[in-house]
Each structure stands twice: as structure tokens, then as C-alpha cells.
């Protein structure tokens, strides 16, 4: 039996429980939350997908409100770390410190810096220790990755990715997101996503270009990045000024010399392949929950079952593309292109 404690439980710890429990051998044993009324509310996102979560835990799971009383007393085998970001690092050395293996929502740290940190005690930490980065257990993603490696349809000419949402942030505006050193803001907390994935594809860009908008207190609420590579256009674009009636949307349009490949869930038809010849198709997805498959995947990780080289979210690759989100930041506050420093392929 593999017992799972979770630090922090809002949004993404539920989400998170939902997925744990649905693997066989696993128990949810605690849950450790500054303030235990709220595990009797429904939380939701503001701005995010999905309806608001009810706590939907055991009856017998132990609520603590101090996270190293909790370690000592459950000791238990995997601790998901799913707290507001600037939380994120102390939580990790510290379940890390107690041998249990460690999974951490993205994003990993509040900058590059801060994720050294992380590293150095994962490095010395019996356990493992995985980022949750969910795209890359998307299958839709996981397609595109695979259609870039194989060069199936040829080299890419330009590729378009976009998450559009409005604030995450109640009607009243109160929110740690809206707090750009908990949170790292638009660039770190939403854009962290698509600069993962640009990095993933294409491998860091020699450098990044940030236009960004921002509100009267000065906070992004919309960037388009430009990431630079000698035989490619590659652009993002992040946005926490959508409405609330336009809601959430994300995807992807890749050119390749052969294909163009577009991902839009709102069409009928959300993943299609247009090739240079023969017809448009739809590839078939299955298990396309990201978040089940990331924690199906840390579950086969911490027991064993999989070796860390399988990991398709590599530590190095992780803590490189939030080294591209703080160029990117660098970017927006100065209006200059942000040159990325590489050494052994490792953003600095
Ligand atoms: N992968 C995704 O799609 C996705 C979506 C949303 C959020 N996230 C990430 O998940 C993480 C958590 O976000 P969320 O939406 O669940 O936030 P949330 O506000 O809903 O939940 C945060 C939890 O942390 C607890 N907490 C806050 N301050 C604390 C403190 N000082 N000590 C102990 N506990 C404290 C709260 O009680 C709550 O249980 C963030 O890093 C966020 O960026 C990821």
C-alpha cells in the first residue's frame, strides 16, 4: 500500500486526490492545510478549467495544519506538494528530508535560482523527486512531440502556442496568484506551460523577446513571447485578460514542411493533422487525462516500476525552461531581447 500525504489541498490537491485514488494500492493517509474548515468547502479555480471540487477525502484521512508534524507522525511514502509557489521549495527539502519521495506541482520554483536549490536536495534525497509539469502527459502534446522528433512531416517553418484565461482570481480580486513573488505571475504561473513545451520540441532558443501588457498596478496580464532559432518562428501567448464568458482555452498550430498540425479544444474536430498530401485526419487519443497520467506515472516511479531515465519530465529540462520563463520576465520588465546563456546545454 502506498501511502500519499498531500501539503497544501485547494484546487490542485484535489485534483490531484481524485487521481490517487483511483490507483490500485493507494492511500490518501493526510492532508496538511493552513486552516482544516476549508477541506468542508468547494474550491474552484477562478479562470481555470473545471468546476469547483468538493474535498472528496477518506473518512479516516488525518488533517494537520504543521507539515513536519505530519511527516513524522504518518511517514508517508509519497508527499505531493501542491501549495501556492513560493511555499513550493521548503516543502520540498522538507518531505524530501523525511525519505518519502516527492511530487511538486509545477511550477517547480519561483525562479531558476530557487530551483537549484530544489535539485541540490533531490540530489542528495533518498526519494525521487518529480515535477509535475501535466503537458507533458498530454497526449495531444505527447503526439506533437513525437511527430517533431520522428521528422515525419519534415522540419517545423513556425509554431503558434496559446493559454487564454481571465485572472485566476475571485469576483473581489483577492488571489496569491495576483502576487507576482508568490506566484511569478502571468509569465511563470500560466506561460510556464507553453515555454516548457517550446523547450521541449525545439530545445532552448538563443534567446527571447517579451511584448507584454499589464494592469494599472502593474501586474502582466497578457504577453506574447518570440523565441529565437535560426530555421524557425516560435511564438507564444499567454493571457489572464480573457473575460469570464470567453473562458479558458489553449492549443497549439505547428507548420511543418510536410503538415500543418492544429490543436484547438473548442472545435469539433480539436487535433487535426493537415498533410501536404492525402487527407486530414483526426488522430484517436486515449487516457487523456494528464494529471492520471502524470501521478499514474510518479506512482510507478516511487514503486519502482519505472526507472527515472523514463521520466518524460527530466529535472535538467525542467529547471531549463523556467531558466526561459526568467528570460522571458527579464524581457517584459526591460523591453529587451533577452539572450539565454547555455552551458552543456543547461540555461543559466
Ligand atoms: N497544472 C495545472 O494545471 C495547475 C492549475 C492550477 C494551479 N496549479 C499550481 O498548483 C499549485 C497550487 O495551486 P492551487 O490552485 O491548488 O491553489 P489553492 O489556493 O487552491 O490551494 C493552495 C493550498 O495551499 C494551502 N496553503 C496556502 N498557504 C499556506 C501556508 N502558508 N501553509 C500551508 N498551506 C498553505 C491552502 O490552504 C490550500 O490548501 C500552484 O503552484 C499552482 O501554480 C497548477
Redesign the pocket.
Known amino acids: 500500500m502506498t501511502k500519499v500525504a498531500?501539503?497544501?489541498?485547494?484546487?490542485?490537491?484535489?485534483?490531484h486526490a481524485a487521481c490517487w485514488q483511483r490507483i490500485c494500492g493507494v492511500r490518501v493517509a493526510a492532508?496538511?492545510?493552513?486552516?482544516p474548515a476549508?477541506l468542508a468547502r468547494s474550491?474552484k479555480?477562478y479562470g481555470?478549467?473545471g468546476e469547483a471540487l468538493p474535498a472528496n477525502l477518506p473518512s479516516d484521512v488525518a488533517v494537520y495544519?504543521d507539515?513536519e508534524k505530519m511527516l513524522d507522525e504518518v511517514k508517508p511514502d509519497v508527499v505531493d506538494?501542491?501549495?501556492?509557489?513560493s511555499?513550493?521549495a521548503a516543502?520540498v527539502e522538507r518531505a524530501l528530508a523525511h525519505g518519502a519521495h516527492v511530487l511538486?506541482?509545477?511550477?517547480m520554483a519561483r525562479d531558476a535560482r530557487e530551483a537549484d536549490r530544489i535539485l541540490r536536495a533531490a540530489a542528495r534525497a533518498k526519494g525521487r523527486f518529480m515535477v509535475?509539469?501535466?503537458l507533458r502527459f498530454a497526449p495531444e502534446y505527447v503526439y506533437l512531440k513525437k511527430l517533431v522528433a520522428s521528422n515525419r512531416y519534415g522540419a517545423v517553418a513556425a509554431a503558434t502556442f496559446t493559454r487564454l484565461t481571465p485572472p485566476?482570481c475571485a469576483p473581489d480580486g483577492k488571489?496569491?496568484?495576483q502576487d507576482e513573488s508568490v506566484?511569478?505571475g502571468l509569465a511563470?504561473?500560466l506561460n510556464i506551460?507553453d515555454a516548457d513545451i517550446v523547450n521541449w520540441n525545439f530545445g532552448l532558443p538563443t534567446a527571447v523577446s517579451c511584448r507584454a501588457h499589464r494592469v494599472s498596478s502593474g501586474a502582466l496580464d497578457h504577453l506574447v513571447a518570440s523565441y529565437d532559432y535560426p530555421d524557425k518562428i516560435v511564438v507564444s501567448e499567454a493571457s489572464w485578460s480573457a473575460t469570464e464568458s470567453f473562458g479558458f482555452t489553449y492549443g497549439f498550430r505547428v507548420h511543418f514542411a510536410r503538415a500543418t498540425v492544429v490543436y484547438d479544444p473548442r472545435l469539433a474536430a480539436p487535433f487535426m493533422v493537415y498533410p501536404a498530401r492525402g487527407k486530414p485526419f483526426a488522430p484517436a487519443f486515449r487516457a487523456r487525462d494528464?494529471?492520471q497520467n502524470e501521478i499514474a506515472f510518479f506512482h510507478r516511479l516511487a514503486t519502482g516500476r519505472v526507472r527515472a531515465e523514463e521520466n518524460p519530465a527530466p529535472l535538467a529540462e525542467i529547471r531549463a525552461s523556467l531558466a526561459l520563463v526568467d528570460a522571458e520576465r527579464a524581457s517584459a520588465r526591460t523591453g529587451r531581447r533577452i539572450a539565454i546563456q547555455t552551458a552543456k546545454g543547461k540555461a543559466t
Open positions: 498531500f501539503i497544501g489541498y485547494g484546487f490542485m490537491g484535489r485534483v492532508v496538511c492545510v493552513r486552516n476549508s474550491v479555480v481555470c478549467v495544519t507539515a506538494v501542491v501549495l501556492p509557489t511555499l513550493h516543502a511538486c506541482e509545477k511550477p509535475a509539469q501535466c485566476p488571489s496569491w496568484f506566484s511569478g511563470l504561473d506551460h494528464p494529471y
